[in-house]
């Protein structure tokens, strides 16, 4: 006799603890670091300490005395061999990329660019022998502000190249037919509302530095690395280094975090694999965390100049959207498409008749930019969130009642936006019901006024973000649409053992996610066999050999039924293998609970288990019929799937001192049907951070050399336990109607949402002063300066000119430039 | 070059060590004690943290030569013999208050110090004590519940505190 075991009526909704934290938490890790190879090498990198300069020349042969040297490159040594690092996303026909090589050849570009590499026969001794290169560089005038740069007569960062113009992408939906034009809504708007907004630059900062090891096999290579795409990273080497793609293998062990930062092929990946082969000898690789910051890619950068016009009654009318986007001083794998990603979400919520968005691509002397958590969506609900409070201010209107009445309602799901994608499902008023009792909107609404009545030095201001985003990226044929490379499917196998262990293998390459434990849900569902008694396998191209990986908030909702489909597959076979051991009709069987029965005769059955291992035997099956009850499946998404939310924010702000302190967070987000509660939690809290963290911390400084002075965590403003608040989080559930399982994607929400939240809740409490913006990050110094130097200032904040930091950033609010 | 004796999880090591060497280097490179890891280069992450002789430490702040004498105890050496993972795991593990994993060696490091000095820590006593060590992925909410919940369980088991 078997006995039952109590198990939930579903897998799916439980809060079911991560299979994944038994080797974290007691220390058993595969971090790329912790690999060590027989006859293994350590590389060392030489970077820039330049801007922008001609190489003259580069000695190497000093660092070969060194000990434990034993070989030592620079970019001419591979001038024929290390390709360019490429760029999968060509957003326009005329996109011009300039070329980036992983060991700067003939100029460097940004500081920390790579120049030479040292190999020797410990990491030390690499790193010692640097000082030993001498490199002779020419200076070239540094270009770092993209207004300046794109100006008549501006100076080069490629000389190559006519312009510092990488792009210009447009979208009007009046050409698009999927509105009206924008010219007309300018023209007959009763109001308009103009607002720059900048997009300061952000370091993702992934926990564990990028490592890379490579052994070469044959005449190709494995290599492992910290990445978020081994499948991508795959391909791509493979056509940069003219290797075969199938004598390329990717391993990506465990990963600490990537938040896009590891979404790229690297020009690390890349030097360590063309030393590796021209040595014959296993080589690693793991940066700094100072090479890091300097070196990993970085995110958003942009100047946004936003119109919007309404009616009088606040009836919006028209968005008009025009960015500059900091490419840094190369393109990276998708840094042209991350703006463009954007431009299907600045109409976010909001049922604008006309829209258009332009969007200018700029070569600055600073390290590229590209994906980090969000990827052009949190600038774009920044931009439309924050211009509605400011549009609400203009009318003298509730900013939340603006929301109301422009939001798309309910009952008017599914709906076609002004850019034309089509939105499934939604309801934006029940999160925000629920986020208002969460937090005691009203009850802080009349704290408000009383401080404010009061003058009291504490202010408290209260801010909302209402968003939306697209997930689950992508349908193959709309990323073809906006002239990316590759899609957007992803693929799952699952192999069904003898003894009745489901063995799931997946594309989506997880680095904190928590799919080994989703998957196991979903599959333990599907086929009715035990959690436990499920295994994921991922992260290696050789086992999950696949997939197009993890980013975008697209593994469940692609990956996730991927494996569903297959799970599918499965069930079919085994159904005419069931049917045969019952004997009975196919038709005749149903399949609950891991077990095939006969309609109306429930005890008579046969378990997926035995019908495995009858499978296995292969002793008597179907005539015709595969001992075999794998399957895989492949699945591609029609179309996007789109969670919202309603985020609030109330925080205190000491006027005195400029300092600004969360009081309370409260976020409701209707991510669509919920497969692990414990780990969307999860996603909301990391999310979150991070959103909070460019509204109040973060910044990317360079100085007008073009040094980062942001380069280590000392500077670079990560925030700690003790910035943070605890967070309140409810949810809704509207479930996707365009995937079985309703899913709709959780791992960027928080940062989408979070940023506007928090700055429309810092202005908020300054509106009493005049202030109508404060540029990110909101520091103590920056709110103190609006509050003191008031409306004048803080308008001409609004329009200062420049995305990065240094002296620069103070002028961009408006002052000289002489003292942030 | 210069000897050490260092007692790290347990067992005994004698090793030559230039005297430049990181602790922290020590412990990954030459006893390949590679749960403990680096995660920067300015001792602000604290992804690194072990104990020395009782006291949190980042292993990047330390050179080899200072532990000479010394006990150090990692993460790796936390779980009991028979596989028993010690309340703070077990309580990280409950709590979900790990995704990437990456800051949780020292996370888990620096918390039990934590819990040594005060056993009930409030949720700010909990976000000021583990200041020095960052995390990316969790936004910390549930890594404070997890040390607040290790602490009350430490309390109650037989063990006591700082085991």
């Known amino acids: 006799m078997t006995t039952v075991e109590e198990r939930p009526a579903t897998e799916i909704g439980q809060a079911r603890k991560r299979k994944e934290d038994r080797h974290l938490i007691t220390g058993a890790t595969t971090w790329t670091d912790n690999l060590t190879l027989p006859g293994m090498v350590h590389l060392a990198i030489l970077r820039s300490p330049m801007a922008h300069a001609r190489i003259g020349s580069v000695d190497v042969a000093p660092a070969l005395e060194r000990t434990g040297v034993i070989a030592a490159f620079s970019g001419r040594d591979f001038a024929d061999s290390q390709g360019t690092i490429p760029c999968a996303w060509p957003v326009t026909p005329d996109m011009v990329n300039p070329g980036h090589p992983s060991l700067a050849v003939d100029t460097v570009n940004h500081v920390g660019e790579a120049v030479a590499v040292v190999v020797a026969r410990d990491k030390a001794a690499a790193q010692d022998a640097l000082e030993a290169i001498e490199v002779e560089y020419e200076p070239l005038p540094v270009v770092l502000d993209m207004e300046a740069a794109v100006a008549e007569g501006a100076a080069k960062v490629h000389a190559h190249t006519e312009s510092n113009r990488s792009y210009t ?103 360590t694999a063309l030393v590796a082969r021209r040595l014959g000898k296993p080589a690693k690789y793991t940066e700094t965390r100072s090479e890091s910051l300097m070196s990993a890619h970085h995110g958003r950068d942009q100047i946004q100049d936003i119109t919007i016009t309404a009616q009088r009654d606040g009836t919006v009318t028209g968005l008009d959207v025009h960015l500059y986007a900091d490419m840094g001083a190369y393109l990276r794998l998708v840094s042209p498409g991350v703006p463009v990603l954007g431009a299907f979400m600045f109409n976010a919520i909001y049922k604008f008749p006309a829209y258009r968005f332009v969007c200018e691509g700029i070569f600055t002397n600073k390290t590229p930019t590209d994906a980090y958590r969000g990827a052009g969506r949190p600038e774009a609900t920044f931009a439309i969130e924050r211009i509605m409070d400011e549009l609400a201010h203009e009318l003298g209107q509730d900013p939340l009642e603006l929301r109301r009445k422009n939001w798309i309602r309910h009952e008017e799901f599914p709906f076609t936006t002004v850019c034309g994608l089509t939105y499934d499902s939604g309801n934006y008023e029940a999160a925000t019901e629920q986020a208002l009792q969460l937090i005691g909107w009203e009850s802080l609404v009349a704290e408000r006024e009383g401080r404010r009545a009061s003058n009291d030095p504490v202010q408290l201001g209260l801010g909302i973000s209402t968003f939306t985003e697209m997930c689950g990226l992508a349908p193959s044929r709309v990323l073809g649409s906006l002239d990316y490379a590759a899609g957007g499917w992803e693929n799952a196998a699952i192999r069904v053992l003898a003894t009745g262990k489901v063995e799931v293998v997946t594309g989506a390459s997880a680095h904190g996610q928590g799919h080994e434990t989703a998957w196991s849900q979903i599959v333990a569902d599907q086929l009715g066999v035990p959690f436990e008694d499920v295994e994921v396998i991922h992260g290696d191209t050789q086992s999950s050999p696949k997939g197009l990986d993890t980013y975008g908030s697209r593994s469940l909702a692609v990956g996730g039924i991927a494996v569903v489909k297959a799970s599918e597959k499965v069930v079919a076979k085994a159904r005419r293998i069931a049917a045969h051991m019952l004997e009975a009709d196919e038709d005749d069987l149903e399949f609950s609970g891991g077990k095939f029965s006969v309609k109306g005769v429930p005890g008579e059955g046969r378990t997926i288990q035995e019908i495995a291992f009858a499978t296995f035997a292969a002793h008597d099956l179907p005539d015709g019929i595969e001992p075999s009850l794998d399957a895989d499946a492949t699945f591609d998404p029609e179309n996007f799937s789109f969670p919202h939310g309603t985020h609030l924010c109330a925080i205190e702000v000491d006027t005195e001192t400029g300092f600004a302190r969360i009081r309370k967070y409260v976020c409701v987000d209707d991510i669509g049907t919920v497969i692990n509660p414990l780990i969307v939690e999860g996603q909301v809290h990391g999310g979150l951070a991070q959103g909070i963290a460019q509204a109040l911390y973060e910044e990317a400084v360079y100085d007008d050399d073009g040094n980062l002075t942001t380069g280590t965590f000392v500077d670079y403003l990560v925030p700690s336990a003790a ?89 961009s609010d408006g002052s000289d430039g002489d003292q942030l | 070059m210069t000897r050490v004796n260092v007692t790290v999880d347990g067992v005994r090591y004698t090793d030559e060590v230039e005297p430049r060497l990181l602790l922290v280097q020590y412990l990954r490179e030459r006893l390949g004690k590679v749960g403990t890891v680096i995660g920067c280069d300015t001792s602000n992450c604290g992804a690194c943290t072990v104990a020395l002789d009782g006291k949190s430490v980042k292993s990047c702040s330390v050179l080899a030569v200072q532990a000479d004498g010394a006990e150090v105890v990692t993460v790796e050496g936390l779980a009991g013999p028979d596989g028993a993972l010690h309340p703070l795991q077990q309580a990280f593990h409950d709590h979900h208050a790990l995704q990437c994993g990456f800051c949780t060696p020292g996370m888990i490091m620096a918390a039990r110090d934590l819990l040594a000095e005060n056993p009930h820590p409030t949720d700010d006593e909990v976000r000021e004590g583990i200041e020095g060590n960052l995390c990316r992925c969790t936004g910390y909410q549930n890594i404070v519940a997890a040390v607040r919940a290790a602490g009350r369980a430490m309390s109650n088991s037989s063990e006591g505190v700082g085991a």
């Not at chain 1, 081994?230 to 465990?254: C, F, N, Q, S």
């Not at chain 1, 404060?774 to 300066?785: A, F």
């Open chain 1, 169 to 271: 992408w447009a979208f009007s939906s009046g050409e698009a037919g999927t509105g009206e034009p924008i010219e007309d809504a300018l023209r007959d708007a009763e109001v308009t509302v103009r607002r720059r907004f900048v997009q300061q630059r952000l370091i993702p900062a992934f926990m564990e530095p990028r490592s890379t090891v490579v052994q070469p096999v044959g005449d190709g290579f494995t290599m492992w690395s910290a990445t978020q795409v081994p499948h991508i990273l795959r391909t791509m080497l493979a056509l940069t280094l003219g290797v075969p793609e199938h004598k390329v293998r990717v391993i990506a062990p465990d990963v600490g975090g990537g938040f896009g930062g590891k979404l790229q092929v690297t020009p690390e990946e890349v030097i």
């Open chain 1, 723 to 811: 910035d943070l608040p605890s967070f309140v989080t409810g949810r809704t559930t509207s479930p996707s109607t365009t995937n079985p399982l309703g899913v709709k994607g959780v791992g960027e929400a928080g940062t989408i949402a979070s940023t506007p939240a928090v700055v429309n809740a810092v202005v908020d409490a300054l509106r009493p002063f005049g202030v109508t913006d404060v540029q990110m990050p909101c520091t103590p110094e920056r709110i103190w300066r609006a509050i003191h130097e008031g409306a004048e200032k803080s308008d001409r904040a609004a329009s200062g000119t420049v995305a990065y930091g240094g002296a620069s950033t103070s002028s």
